[in-house]
């Protein structure tokens, strides 16, 4: 849209291309003469920087030299004038058929920009979006100090000591101040998640989306809508995803019964919030949790923060999260001259890619642990040993509590998983019910376990919820099916589980 507002732009015969009527109807035509002289005036160098989200520097490099020739391509039309000497039109040729050197490349958008102010007699505009992908990728995948030296030499030739530049607009998750690639970069305007300027225009506001969702007849959708995908804040103002909310609308228009789903997490790779569960301490752990189950926390927030500095301590992980949107502010405050924000997760979406994420890790977590030990106890009936297990993988890890009973099943199940000789099934049918695991020993000679789970609230609860479940599996006849099979030998057990702690019954014979 601003590339479109400004730009003077050319057809290939040479002819000004009239972009007014895409504005027709739009606030800024009613803005005065003041905005409206700036409309099709100059030439816009555009770039996205997203495309360089590569595995290694060679293959970020050459997605980068894409769009830098992209946008040569784009403005060929100047070789065909008399405005460029030989020399210049040499060079505009060497970047554009890939065969100029990496510091050619790397010094290109200035240089386009002399071309450009050469035929146009005019500065140019430059649209950077998204200018910390390539080096958050870089950063996770090990190659950050190539990427940043490329980029350096990139923007320092755009931005730096650009004498035929108007104006430029750079878009990114982190403030650009300090970043290392813009060292000497004066006359910057700030706006980021923390700012009041422009605040309702990186996102839909609530009045926007009940209009959308009114006018394909989801009225009734409104609070769902508003529960999954609201709540990211720019300022002091609240707005929705417009991508999740884009494509909620769509699923809804083509069917009634489709449900919310995080679309957040189809675009985004989610390393920050990897990171902070790969390497949160207990504090960070119990941290998590209080966010998940929509607590909040307070930390000491740094607006000039990079990537190179992410390791240097636990809130600066915090603090990336923060700014890429996955957490939100509600209250700050100051003590000497930090800020202190006091933040919580922004709606069920960010819940979900949290959830999710922790899945995965706990997934990957327990396929390095020996549970032989685990596996012993159960089958010796050793229920302090089994209980003492549990109770270590459970601190261990990070929980979350939407559906208290579904978090416990889903870890013991894992745990359980790698089980040799043993075909795990969870909530199949046995006797007059769905006992919550039934293990089946694949040699009929050895017991079949059977496992039903309870949660309580209180510690001193667990001992009456282990008794409850050996009850329910008495009550239910779980045993009845196996027996039908022909096994004898079954191991019945009661486990209750409180927070970060179990308790382990088996049925008396």
């Not at 020399?87 to 058929?97: C, D, F, T």
């Not at 992908?133 to 090990?142: D, I, R, S, T």
């Not at 240097?312 to 509600?330: M, P």
Request: glycine letters at 6%; a negative charge.
């Amino acid at each position: 849209m601003i590339r479109t507002f400004f730009e003077r732009e050319l057809y290939e015969d040479g002819n000004v291309i009239d972009n007014r009527h895409y504005f027709d109807g739009m606030k800024i035509m009613d803005a005065g003469e003041g905005y409206l002289r700036h409309m099709g005036r100059y030439p816009v160098i555009s770039m996205s920087l997203k495309s360089a989200k590569q595995p290694d520097y060679h293959m970020a490099y050459e997605s980068l030299k894409d769009e830098i020739i992209k946008e040569y391509i784009r403005h060929n039309y100047i070789l065909d004038s008399d405005c460029l000497t030989e020399e210049y039109h040499e060079r505009y040729y060497s970047i554009m058929n890939r065969r100029a050197e990496p510091i050619t490349y790397a010094k290109s958008l200035g240089f386009l920009s002399e071309c450009l102010k050469k035929y146009h007699k005019t500065n140019v505009v430059i649209l950077l979006d998204e200018y910390d992908v390539p080096l958050e990728n870089a950063f996770f995948n090990g190659f950050y100090k190539q990427m940043i030296d490329f980029i350096r030499s990139l923007f320092e030739s755009a931005l730096k000591t650009n004498d035929c530049l108007q104006f430029a607009i750079i878009t990114g998750c982190l403030r650009i101040s300090r970043e290392s690639i813009f060292t000497g970069l004066n006359n910057l305007e700030i706006n980021s998640v923390l700012s009041n300027d422009f605040a309702g225009y990186f996102g839909f506001t609530q009045s926007e989306v009940e209009e959308m969702l009114r006018y394909y007849g989801f009225s009734d959708k409104i609070q769902e809508a508003k529960d999954w995908y609201d709540g990211h804040m720019f300022g002091e103002t609240e707005v929705y995803n417009p991508w999740s909310v884009i494509n909620y609308v769509k699923a809804a228009t083509s069917g009634p019964n489709a449900f919310p789903r995080p679309y957040w997490s189809d675009t985004s790779s989610n390393s920050i919030i990897r990171e902070l569960v790969e390497k949160a301490d207990n504090v960070a752990k119990g941290e998590l949790e209080s966010l998940i189950a929509g607590g909040m926390i307070e930390k000491p927030i740094c607006e000039e923060i990079t990537y190179g500095e992410i390791y240097k301590s636990q809130d600066n992980l915090w603090n990336f999260l923060f700014f890429t949107g996955y957490l939100k502010a509600v209250s700050q405050r100051l003590e000497g001259n930090q800020v202190y924000l006091t933040m919580t997760l922004p709606n069920e979406e960010i819940k979900y890619v949290y959830e999710n994420t922790i899945q995965e890790w706990f997934a990957q977590q327990i396929k390095t642990v020996d549970f032989t030990d685990l596996y012993q106890g159960l089958l010796s009936e050793n229920t302090d040993k089994v209980q003492n297990l549990i109770r270590l993988q459970l601190r261990k890890t990070i929980s979350y509590h939407d559906n208290k009973e579904a978090f416990y099943h889903g870890f013991l199940l894992g745990l359980l998983s790698g089980f040799q000789d043993y075909s795990v099934h969870s909530n199949r049918e046995s006797g007059n019910g769905r006992p919550d695991m039934l293990m089946v020993p694949l040699d009929e000679t050895q017991p079949v376990i059977i496992l039903e789970l309870k949660h309580v609230d209180k510690f001193n609860q667990m001992e009456r919820g282990c008794m409850d479940a050996l009850e329910q599996i008495d009550k239910q006849d779980y045993a009845a099916g196996v027996l039908d099979e022909g096994y004898e030998n079954i191991l019945e057990y009661g486990i209750c589980f409180c927070k970060k702690s179990c308790v382990v019954k088996l049925k008396s014979s």
